[in-house]
């Protein structure tokens, strides 16, 4: 077992603490991040307000606290759904025969051709704006990836010896890929996973930066971000910090990730002996 | 013919299905939309019943599906993509206009990131340092940091602060630099990590060995020699980089007020602007496919041998 380095230390407990924001936002901001207060409008960073204020007087620390839900919702939720579709349509161009799995594949060559970002723009553009829809939207255009590597891990999986065990004991076509095959597919899924819940943070916010995300007042670093573009003369923290929010919270994803992926590395479970 | 023009025609072919397919599901989406087409172009004015019945009318709503379905594949076959709900022009028209600034600005920023990747990569590759430590975390830094908030940092310090660079449009030479840095920003990482394991993997080969003996400086054997086969697994990614620059000036374009594709597809977005949205997506799929084909045949033409692999 390889030593757990210091920055991926750091880097897991920067990640659980976003998941703690997420979950009990109120532990690590006492503020409403949606109380208006005029008076203390565009305010910069102080011991009041540790990130200062927006234009509406509302205190961006807390607001970027909270905000951790909405992004961390669509950054999981979107990847759960491209995993949930990948399995399903990796599998089955697996498991179904030649023509089926030279059609999906067609299918998916052509949507993993396109940019994420534009496909996600066009889903959004048919479900309408909001946190679901983003995930939703996120989640198709991520899912072609998983669907590639679901079926190759299938088709190198379904060659190990215990999978021939399996099939000379009698095991049938659905059985053995969803007892056998997808089981040992599991560890290089689950670190594209972990990895892609850093990139659809940033598609969320980018949604939302383009005000395609949550409905306002629904405290969100992409459109906080986009809200403070338009005050960048009187106040630079408006802007800054909610973007420093999500490029730490995507650092510490990506080396967790990497790290798994170099655990992960030289242990296929694919492997014939 | 030749297995090179028939495998042409052949991924010719298919791409039309897949541009007739991608239409499809962008004519599909259009039905499903909830809300009524004549009330968003009207533009939320609530019309009388013979204006309403006329606009009805005039966008073909009151046939019945399988006509405007036909109706709309044929005036695909014309290159007749309708006519946009907010700009009242024809969606080929605005698109062909809006064309060429994100062009300029996708071949600014591919040139900026081409360039600077190049440059760290030749300067790391195959050295143990701390500065290639840093290089490597200046990569993960750039492939984590969402581009909209790089522009945004761009524009409060250089434009807002120091006032070096214009904060809105501007066609000039000048009002380019950041849109193209901030584009960049996003592509140097991934390029720099794909040039330096290219280079390593060649500055390992034969030729690099005997370009040394014959005296040729490292400088030069990295840059004259290693480079150019570094940089063929760059032709793989050019889908990913059309997409990336694509998908990217989106956000780019609204943030530094450029004019140019990209924003013409966030505000028919936001705007519900339905057939200038399908036009986008049918131009989109259609360079895409062509990009692939492409691609594959630059293959064929750099390694013969590619020709078993892809059919």
């Not at chain 2, 044929?74 to 009242?88: A, E, I, P, V």
């Given at each position: ?27 690590l901001?006492?503020a ?14 102080s011991g009041?307000?540790?990130?200062g ?7 961006v ?14 950054g ?7 995993l ?13 025969g ?25 889903v959004v ?7 679901t829809?983003?995930a939703?939207a ?15 891990e ?13 099939v ?7 059985r ?30 980018s949604?939302s ?8 007042p ?18 630079w ?19 967790v ?14 492997g014939?002996? | 013919?030749t297995?090179?023009?028939r495998w ?13 397919g ?6 599909g ?9 004549v ?9 009388s019943p ?7 009318h005039e966008?073909?709503y009151d046939?019945?599906l399988p ?6 594949l ?15 022009r024809?969606?080929a028209?605005v698109i062909?206009?809006q064309?060429?600034?994100?062009v ?25 340092s ?7 975390a ?12 790089v522009?945004v940092?761009l524009?409060t ?22 849109p193209?840095v901030t ?27 005997s370009?040394r ?16 086969h570094?940089?063929i ?5 050019a889908g990913?980089?059309v ?8 956000l ?7 004019e140019?594709?990209?924003r013409?597809?966030?505000t ?16 989109a ?7 692939n ?19």
């Open positions: 077992m390889r030593r757990i380095g210091p920055g991926v230390a750091i880097s897991a407990l920067l990640v659980a603490l976003v998941g703690l924001a997420a979950i009990w936002p109120g532990l901001a006492r409403d991040p949606n109380a208006v207060e005029p008076v203390d409008a565009l305010l910069g960073p009041a307000h540790w990130f204020t927006d234009q509406l007087g509302r205190d620390y807390s607001r970027v606290v909270h905000g951790a839900r909405v992004s961390l919702f669509i999981v939720g979107a990847t759960a759904i491209a949930l579709l990948g399995c399903l349509v990796g599998m089955l161009a697996a498991a179904c030649r023509l089926v799995d030279e059609i999906l594949m067609q299918i998916t060559d052509v949507l993993l051709s396109f940019p994420g970002l534009l496909l996600s723009l066009l553009a048919v479900l309408g704006p909001s946190s829809n983003a939703i996120i989640g198709l255009s991520s899912a072609p990836g998983f669907a590639r590597l679901v079926r190759g299938a088709l190198v999986i379904r060659q190990a010896g215990y999978v021939r065990t399996a000379t004991f009698g095991a049938g076509r659905a053995v890929h969803l007892r056998h095959v997808l089981p040992n597919a599991f560890a290089p899924l689950l670190v594209l996973a972990l990895l892609s819940v850093g990139a659809a943070v940033i598609a969320g916010s949604l930066f383009l005000g395609l995300g949550p409905r306002v629904t405290a969100e670093w992409g459109s906080m971000l986009a809200q403070g573009k338009d005050f960048l003369t009187i106040s923290a408006m802007a800054v910090f909610p973007g420093l929010a999500i490029t730490v919270t995507v650092i510490a994803i990506n080396i990730g990497r790290d798994l992926q170099r655990r992960f590395e030289g242990r296929h479970p694919g014939t002996f | 013919m297995p090179t023009a042409l025609a052949r991924r010719l072919a298919l791409s039309v299905l897949v541009v007739v991608a239409a499809t599901v962008a004519f989406a259009l039905q499903i939309v909830p809300g009524d087409p009330h968003v172009m009207m533009g939320g004015a609530a019309p013979e204006v309403y019945q006329q606009t009805r966008l073909g046939r019945p006509v405007r379905y036909g109706r709309f044929g005036q695909l076959l014309r290159g007749d993509l309708g006519r946009s709900y907010q700009l009242h024809p969606v028209e062909g206009s064309l060429w600034p994100t300029q600005l996708a071949l600014a920023a591919f040139g900026l990131a081409f360039v600077a990747a190049a440059a760290l990569a030749v300067a790391t590759a195959g050295r143990r701390g500065w290639r430590r840093l290089s490597s200046a990569e993960l830094v750039m492939i984590s940091t969402p581009g909209f908030w522009g940092l524009l310090a250089f434009s807002f602060r120091l006032q070096l660079f214009p904060v809105a449009g501007g066609d000039s030479l000048e009002g380019i630099v950041l193209a584009l960049a920003l996003g592509l140097i990482g991934v390029f720099a990590q794909v040039m330096r394991e290219g280079l390593e993997r060649a500055l390992e080969q034969p030729f690099v060995l370009a003996a014959r005296g040729t400086g490292e400088t030069a054997v990295r840059l004259r020699h290693a480079l150019r570094a940089l697994p760059m032709v793989t990614l990913w980089i997409g990336t620059l694509l998908g990217g000036a989106v780019v374009e609204t943030i530094f007020s450029r140019g594709l990209g013409i597809t966030a028919a977005i936001a705007g519900r602007d339905l057939p200038l949205v399908t036009g986008v997506a049918v131009v799929a259609t360079i895409f496919t062509l990009l084909i492409a691609v594959d045949l630059l293959y064929r033409v750099i390694d013969p041998r590619m020709k078993e692999v892809i059919r």
